[in-house]
């Protein structure tokens, strides 16, 4: 054993084999939040693509099942914890690894920030729906609560948060599901032929809303992070990532559809809408179903940042491991088997930041936080879909499939990419991509220093150490 090995401290254990298939998915749809996008996300993609929605959300979802595909190849080969951070470094090297574990962090971590401050808002409209406005919390005391609700059920148990995002989700897509149904009955028909016009097709329109509609998916690969608690890896971890895309792309795209067709085709309220889902039950005479549409926002975004906790802890769990962070993120909690400083750490971050966000406006707040998020995401997406195809030649199992689907990933991350930054957004969203390359910045300068201080600490990336 080389001096070098014994340097790398023997690897942590989390919780083996402790989820089930549902239970990975769980994680992965929490992430995503899909009962999210009728309450809010959709009102972008609507306002950009009109009428033709829906197909913007069918072509987001292929491609995104593409990506899929790639992380799904990578995660039957390399069922690891670090996941996007391994898969990228010991392909490209320790620097891209350090690259991708530092933006998939920031992503999971401002998503989590991002939904505790539309919470806020949820809960605030929930409240004053029911006549309760005088009941509505000082922002600092929700998010005090919010987190500290979120940190304890990532730190108890892995199975206990995965199943509570899994259900907390379910029950609030349902909601939603019965009360679209109920406007789509008064309405009398499900048929509507405007959305299927040459007018509503058009290329254009369609394809400048991609870029948003990317958006609704993000998180649907974080079942990856929990792969070594995940019982037969190799097969679970590509199903769920799989399952998860197609699962909320399919929502995305019924649910598109429909409230387009309950706004009677007035995409231009709903495009400019913050309320787009409690507008349409207004619009269908159903005020009362307002207040349960913010619940069940409320509770989706409960889960969604719950699982991004748990997905960036992880993270951090496997860099801490290789030391790219503290030791103390790569340690485990003897009884509950979680990463509990990296749980303590991710929640404290989240908490902090959102509260130093109270002196912007809930909505601004959040799509700032959200769209630096995105970013991150959209690094190691564009990275993973380079990867997948050389970890499978060096494993001689490439395929010509192989090949298409790596570089059809790679197109569709580089076109988002393309669309996030040009036409240039308007103040201070112009700043943001700046922002993150800033953040990217601190990461590579801290590799530097880490490479002369202790070189040692990056050998351990080019091994598997979490068997």
């Given at each position: 054993m080389?001096a070098?090995?014994?340097d790398?401290?023997?690897?942590a254990?989390?919780?083996?084999?402790?989820?089930s298939?549902v239970?990975?998915?769980g994680?992965?749809?929490a992430?995503?939040s899909?009962?999210?996008?009728p309450?809010l996300?959709?009102?972008?993609?609507a306002?950009?693509a009109?009428?033709?929605?829906?197909l913007?959300y069918?072509?987001?979802?292929?491609?995104?099942?593409?990506?899929?595909?790639?992380?799904?190849?990578?995660?039957?080969?390399h069922p690891?914890?670090?996941s996007?951070?391994?898969y990228?470094g010991?392909?490209?090297g320790?620097?891209?690894?350090?690259?991708?574990?530092w933006?998939?962090?920031?992503a999971y971590?401002?998503?989590?920030?991002a939904?505790?401050?539309?919470?806020e808002?949820?809960?605030?409209?929930?409240?004053?729906s029911?006549?309760l406005k005088a009941?509505?919390?000082p922002g600092?005391?929700f998010?005090?609560v919010f987190c500290a609700?979120?940190?304890?059920a990532?730190y108890?148990?892995v199975?206990?948060?995965?199943?509570m995002g899994?259900?907390?989700?379910?029950?609030?897509v349902?909601?939603?599901?019965?009360?679209?149904?109920?406007?789509?009955?008064?309405?009398?028909s499900i048929?509507?032929?405007?959305?299927?016009?040459?007018?509503?097709l058009?290329?254009?329109?369609v394809?400048?809303?991609?870029?948003f509609?990317?958006f609704s998916?993000?998180?649907?690969?974080?079942?990856a992070t929990?792969?070594?608690?995940?019982?037969d890896?190799?097969r679970?971890?590509p199903?769920?990532?799989?399952?998860?895309?197609g699962?909320a792309?399919?929502?995305f795209?019924?649910?598109?559809?429909?409230?387009v067709?309950?706004?009677g085709d007035?995409?231009k309220?709903?495009?400019s809408?913050?309320?787009?889902?409690a507008?349409l039950?207004?619009?269908?005479?159903?005020?009362?179903?307002?207040?349960?549409v913010?619940f069940?926002?409320?509770?989706?975004?409960f889960?969604?940042?719950?699982a991004?906790v748990?997905?960036a802890?992880r993270m951090?769990?496997?860099m801490g491991?290789?030391q790219?962070?503290?030791r103390?993120?790569g340690?485990?909690h003897?009884?509950?088997?979680?990463p509990h400083f990296a749980?303590i750490?991710?929640?404290?971050f989240t908490?902090v930041?959102?509260?130093?966000?109270?002196r912007?406006?809930?909505l601004?707040a959040?799509?700032y936080?959200?769209?630096?998020a995105?970013f991150?995401f959209?690094v190691v997406y564009?990275?993973?879909c380079?990867?997948s195809?050389?970890?499978a030649?060096?494993?001689?199992k490439?395929?010509p499939?192989g090949?298409?689907?790596?570089?059809i990933?790679v197109?569709l991350?580089g076109f988002?990419?393309f669309?996030s930054l040009?036409?240039?957004p308007?103040?201070?969203?112009?700043?943001l991509?700046?922002?993150?390359?800033?953040?990217l910045?601190i990461?590579?300068?801290?590799?530097a220093?880490l490479?002369?201080r202790?070189?040692?600490a990056?050998a351990?990336?080019?091994?598997?150490?979490e068997?």
């Amino acid at each position: 054993m080389s001096a070098v090995t014994r340097d790398i401290p023997p690897p942590a254990q989390l919780r083996s084999g402790s989820l089930s298939l549902v239970e990975t998915i769980g994680q992965s749809v929490a992430n995503i939040s899909p009962t999210l996008t009728p309450a809010l996300n959709i009102a972008v993609v609507a306002g950009l693509a009109g009428t033709g929605t829906w197909l913007s959300y069918l072509i987001s979802t292929i491609g995104l099942l593409f990506v899929a595909v790639n992380i799904g190849s990578l995660a039957k080969r390399h069922p690891l914890a670090g996941s996007y951070f391994v898969y990228i470094g010991r392909t490209l090297g320790p620097l891209a690894g350090m690259v991708a574990g530092w933006s998939i962090i920031a992503a999971y971590l401002f998503t989590a920030i991002a939904v505790t401050v539309s919470s806020e808002i949820f809960l605030g409209d929930m409240l004053t729906s029911f006549g309760l406005k005088a009941m509505v919390p000082p922002g600092w005391l929700f998010d005090l609560v919010f987190c500290a609700i979120v940190g304890v059920a990532a730190y108890s148990d892995v199975r206990l948060s995965s199943r509570m995002g899994l259900i907390m989700e379910g029950f609030s897509v349902l909601l939603i599901v019965i009360i679209t149904g109920v406007v789509i009955a008064k309405n009398g028909s499900i048929v509507d032929h405007v959305q299927f016009s040459a007018e509503s097709l058009k290329p254009g329109p369609v394809m400048s809303a991609l870029a948003f509609a990317v958006f609704s998916f993000v998180g649907f690969e974080s079942a990856a992070t929990l792969a070594k608690e995940a019982r037969d890896p190799t097969r679970t971890v590509p199903l769920a990532v799989t399952m998860s895309a197609g699962i909320a792309g399919l929502f995305f795209v019924v649910i598109a559809y429909l409230m387009v067709l309950g706004m009677g085709d007035d995409t231009k309220t709903l495009g400019s809408s913050a309320s787009p889902f409690a507008d349409l039950t207004a619009r269908a005479g159903l005020t009362w179903a307002a207040g349960i549409v913010y619940f069940a926002a409320l509770i989706s975004s409960f889960a969604c940042a719950l699982a991004s906790v748990n997905a960036a802890s992880r993270m951090m769990f496997s860099m801490g491991r290789y030391q790219f962070l503290h030791r103390s993120m790569g340690m485990v909690h003897a009884k509950h088997q979680t990463p509990h400083f990296a749980v303590i750490a991710s929640t404290v971050f989240t908490l902090v930041v959102s509260l130093l966000l109270l002196r912007f406006e809930p909505l601004d707040a959040f799509g700032y936080t959200g769209t630096f998020a995105t970013f991150g995401f959209l690094v190691v997406y564009l990275l993973i879909c380079v990867v997948s195809p050389i970890d499978a030649r060096r494993a001689g199992k490439l395929t010509p499939t192989g090949i298409g689907v790596g570089v059809i990933g790679v197109a569709l991350m580089g076109f988002v990419i393309f669309g996030s930054l040009y036409p240039v957004p308007p103040y201070p969203y112009n700043l943001l991509p700046y922002l993150f390359g800033a953040y990217l910045l601190i990461g590579i300068v801290w590799f530097a220093i880490l490479r002369a201080r202790a070189p040692q600490a990056l050998a351990g990336i080019q091994h598997d150490l979490e068997g």
